[in-house]
C-alpha cells in the first residue's frame, strides 16, 4: 500500500533553511561591525538585528512544520498540522472545491480548499483540542469576510462568534468545550459557503484549481486499488 500513498509537501517549508541562514547572516555581519558607529549607527544596528532575528524565528517555524501536510491512500485522506492531525475516508466526504464569496457582480475563489462532511462525528471523536483551537482562529479572519459577503445586511457578528454550552450531533451524541465550538463553527460556516473543514492553500504544493483536479483524479481511480 505504501507506493499507493500520495504525500503532498505544504508550500509552507519552502525556504526555511534560507531564511535561518539569511537571519543568522545577518546577525554575524551585525557582530563583525560590533563597535563601529560610523560603519552602523546603533538605532539601524537595532532595526538589523530584529529583524535577523524574526527572520530565523520564520526559518525555524518554516522547519519544524511537517514535511507533509497531506497523505492521500484510496482508501482516505490524513491531514497533518505540527498541533495535530486528522483522518476522512473518501465515503466520510460529499464534496470538496474552492469556496467562493460574492465579491461585486462576480464570484471570488477563497484561499482555502473546502470539504463537506457526511457526517460529524466521526471527524469530531477524533479531534484534538489543541488542533480545533488553531483551526477556530485560522478561521476567524474567514468566517468574518463570508458574513459580510454572504449576509451583506448582517451588521452584528458577536452571535457567530459565541462560544456555545454545548452541540448535539445528528446521532444524538453530546459535546462540549472547544469541540461544540468547532461544531457549531463548521454549521455556520456550511450555511455561509457550503462546506465543514477548511484547509489553506499554503498547505498545498501546487494552485488551489490544480490539487482539486488532482483530487478527483486520485478519486476517480481509487477503485482500482481497493
Request: aromatic share 10%; glycine share 6%.
Amino acid at each position: 500500500m505504501t507506493e499507493l500513498v500520495r504525500r503532498i509537501r505544504p508550500h509552507t517549508k519552502r525556504n526555511g533553511s534560507f531564511y535561518l541562514l539569511l537571519g543568522a547572516g545577518g546577525l554575524l555581519l551585525i557582530a563583525l561591525v560590533h563597535g563601529q558607529t560610523e560603519l552602523m549607527p546603533w538605532p539601524v544596528r537595532l532595526c538589523l538585528s530584529s529583524f535577523c532575528l524574526i527572520t530565523m524565528a520564520l526559518g525555524v517555524g518554516k522547519l519544524i512544520e511537517p514535511e507533509t501536510s497531506l497523505e492521500i491512500t484510496p482508501d482516505k485522506i490524513h491531514y497533518i498540522h505540527i498541533r495535530g492531525r486528522w483522518t476522512l475516508t473518501w465515503d466520510d466526504i460529499v464534496r470538496y472545491d474552492v469556496p467562493t464569496v460574492q465579491y461585486g457582480a462576480k464570484r471570488q475563489p477563497l484561499a482555502f480548499l473546502g470539504i463537506r462532511l457526511r457526517h460529524y462525528d466521526a471527524f469530531l471523536q477524533q479531534l484534538s483540542p489543541r488542533l480545533a483551537v488553531h483551526l477556530l482562529h485560522q478561521q476567524r479572519a474567514l468566517m468574518t469576510q463570508a458574513i459580510r459577503s454572504e449576509m451583506p445586511a448582517h451588521r452584528q457578528y458577536t452571535d457567530y462568534f459565541e462560544v456555545p454550552d454545548y452541540f448535539v450531533s445528528e446521532t444524538g451524541k453530546r459535546y462540549s468545550g472547544v469541540l461544540a465550538t468547532f461544531a457549531v463553527r463548521m454549521q455556520l460556516m456550511r450555511e455561509l459557503l457550503g462546506y465543514d473543514l477548511y484547509i489553506p492553500q499554503n498547505a498545498f504544493d501546487r494552485p488551489l484549481s490544480d490539487f482539486v483536479a488532482h483530487l478527483k483524479a486520485l478519486q476517480q481511480t481509487r477503485n482500482q486499488y481497493l
